[in-house]
């Protein structure tokens, strides 16, 4: 898959969505934002966590959103692998499914 083509198709798909529930999205937009605060948890553990939902709900959109949200903030490849192990233990089979797709949506977003 090509993640950058996959997500640039998917922000059109939301903006067409968003046309059509604009307050639906705001409040999403507004949720998120509070809830990516720094507080107790910093905006990259919280991407981490994101991320381990959005596999364990095999989210591929989401997957997208949230690796390209922490190659924004810095994460490291292996921080990235240890985080995918932890999402693979607590999801077996499927979980193992949607890290790899994580993985390469990481090395293709990083230019790793």
């Known amino acids: 898959m090509d993640w950058k083509s996959f ?3 998917t922000k059109k798909s939301f903006a067409n969505l968003n046309k059509n ?3 639906t999205f705001n409040g999403f937009n507004h949720m998120g934002k509070e809830a990516k605060k720094n507080g107790e948890l910093n905006e990259k ?3 981490f966590i994101a991320l381990g939902i959005a596999i364990a709900t095999r989210c591929e959109s989401c997957i997208g959103f949230h690796v390209a949200s922490l190659v924004r ?3 490291t490849k292996g921080e990235f ?3 995918l192990s932890m999402a693979s233990y607590m999801g077996g ?6 890290s790899a797709k994580a ?3 990481y090395e293709q977003l990083s230019n790793n």
């Open 73 to 75: 903030l810095g994460a």
């Open 93 to 98: 089979g499927p979980s193992i499914t949607y």
């Open 7 to 9: 997500l640039s198709d």
């Open 45 to 47: 553990t919280k991407e």
């Open 103 to 105: 993985l390469d949506a």
């Open 81 to 83: 692998i240890e985080a």
């Open 21 to 23: 529930i604009p307050e």
